[in-house]
């Protein structure tokens, strides 16, 4: 049973758990936890420090911490021990940071209420990485280990017709939101795309912000 908790701010209520953070992950997980990292040491360089929003099991602070970086987490609920216990659409940080990172969080988010929290953002971080998921499922995965290109995957999937999950607001190439139009807004909030791509039914992004030194 999902311990499933809910907080009303405003008009909105978000919904969110913490048991799924007790148990073992799967191999898929830690995957896209190697992805996160890939997509952050692109840009990252040493002595950087960085604010993550939802550090959920604590893996991806821990990795930065063990790699010599400062990580301060912030998230709106507490039972995740996070050092800030704050709802990112209102918070505003009392310092400016290397890089934000939020994996799998913004679409927790009522579209618009994203857009308006990653503006304010950009005043406050060189660099945005954010994953979110794709709305769709995987009929096949594969991957491959050849001597010439070494690791590739591949997969077949389709489109699903409502959102994933029920703590969702919105997802990759769901109704409205195709991912030309996600990253085109989320770009119009003052970035610029640094980098993208896809793994896992998740779109992955760095936005550099035009904001940071100004």
Same mark, same amino acid.
């Given at each position: 049973?999902?311990?499933?908790?809910?907080?009303?701010?405003?008009?909105?209520?978000?919904?969110?758990?913490?048991?799924?953070?007790?148990?073992?992950?799967?191999?898929?997980?830690?995957?896209?936890?190697?992805?996160?990292?890939?997509?952050?040491?692109?840009?990252?360089?040493?002595?950087?420090?960085?604010?993550?929003?939802?550090?959920?099991?604590?893996?991806?602070?821990?990795?930065?911490?063990?790699?010599?970086?400062?990580?301060?987490?912030?998230?709106?609920?507490?039972?995740?021990?996070?050092?800030?216990?704050?709802?990112? !659409?209102?918070? *505003? $940080?009392?310092?400016?940071?290397?890089? /934000?990172? &939020?994996?799998?969080? +913004?679409?927790? =988010?009522?579209?618009?209420?994203?857009?308006?929290?990653?503006?304010?953002?950009?005043?406050?971080?060189?660099?945005? !990485?954010?994953? *979110? $998921?794709?709305?769709?499922?995987?009929? /096949?995965? &594969?991957?491959?280990? +050849?001597?010439? =290109?070494?690791?590739?995957?591949?997969?077949?999937?389709?489109?699903?017709?409502?959102?994933?999950?029920?703590?969702?607001?919105?997802? *990759?190439?769901?109704?409205?939101?195709?991912?030309?139009?996600?990253?085109?807004?989320?770009?119009?909030?003052?970035?610029?795309?640094?980098?993208?791509?896809?793994?896992?039914?998740?779109?992955?992004?760095?936005?550099?912000?035009?904001?940071?030194?100004?």
């Amino acid at each position: 049973m999902v311990d499933r908790k809910e907080k009303k701010e405003g008009d909105v209520t978000y919904s969110f758990s913490s048991d799924w953070i007790t148990r073992f992950e799967s191999e898929e997980h830690w995957l896209l936890y190697r992805q996160q990292q890939f997509m952050i040491h692109k840009v990252a360089k040493e002595g950087d420090n960085f604010l993550e929003i939802g550090p959920g099991t604590g893996f991806c602070s821990g990795y930065l911490r063990g790699k010599g970086f400062n990580v301060t987490t912030i998230d709106i609920d507490e039972a995740k021990k996070p050092d800030i216990v704050a709802n990112i !659409t209102t918070y *505003v $940080p009392e310092k400016r940071y290397d890089h /934000i990172i &939020a994996f799998e969080i +913004l679409e927790h =988010i009522p579209y618009e209420e994203c857009l308006k929290s990653l503006k304010t953002l950009s005043s406050y971080c060189k660099y945005f !990485t954010i994953s *979110v $998921p794709y709305n769709e499922e995987r009929l /096949i995965r &594969a991957r491959l280990s +050849l001597p010439i =290109i070494k690791h590739t995957s591949f997969s077949i999937t389709l489109p699903k017709s409502k959102i994933s999950e029920p703590n969702h607001f919105w997802e *990759v190439n769901h109704g409205k939101q195709s991912e030309k139009k996600v990253i085109s807004d989320f770009l119009a909030q003052g970035y610029t795309l640094k980098g993208r791509s896809k793994f896992v039914s998740r779109l992955y992004i760095t936005l550099e912000s035009k904001h940071f030194n100004s």
